[in-house]
């Protein structure tokens, strides 16, 4: 299994990105998938997780209004469409997948695997 998370980079305050992983060697439709972040010196934070079966997405609630994620199913690729930005959203964004249960759903326990990172850094 392979994720691969693109679509980093430097973007000003009040910014947009978004951010892609693609996907190989699970059956995509079967599992949930997520997006997590890490700044520097801090603990990994989840950022948002979009349910396998229906689709249904949900959000940390400091970035409800800001973050959307979807998944395009035929491409076994999710998004993160990133608005606007704040210097605070600097990190490493990581993709996950797997079977969390509601309990777990935004601990980075409840996903089986997950892709290397990609950088965003919002400069002020």
């Known amino acids: 299994v392979q994720l691969q998370a693109c679509g980093g980079g430097l973007v000003q305050a009040g910014g947009s990105l978004r951010l892609s992983c693609a996907t190989s060697?699970?059956?995509?439709?079967?599992?949930?998938m997520a997006w997590f972040r890490q700044a520097p010196g801090k603990e990994r934070e989840f950022v948002a997780t979009?349910?396998?079966?229906?689709?249904?997405?949900y959000y940390a609630d400091s970035l409800k209004g800001r973050f959307t994620m979807s998944r395009d199913n035929a491409k076994n690729t999710v998004y993160l469409q990133m608005g606007d930005l704040k210097p605070e959203d600097t990190a490493v964004y990581y993709c996950a997948g797997g079977t969390p249960i509601a309990s777990t759903r935004s601990y980075a326990s409840g996903y089986k695997w997950w892709g290397q990172g990609t950088q965003v850094t919002v400069s002020s």
């Open positions: 060697g699970l059956s995509f439709n079967g599992y949930s």
């Open positions: 979009i349910f396998r079966s229906v689709s249904n997405t």
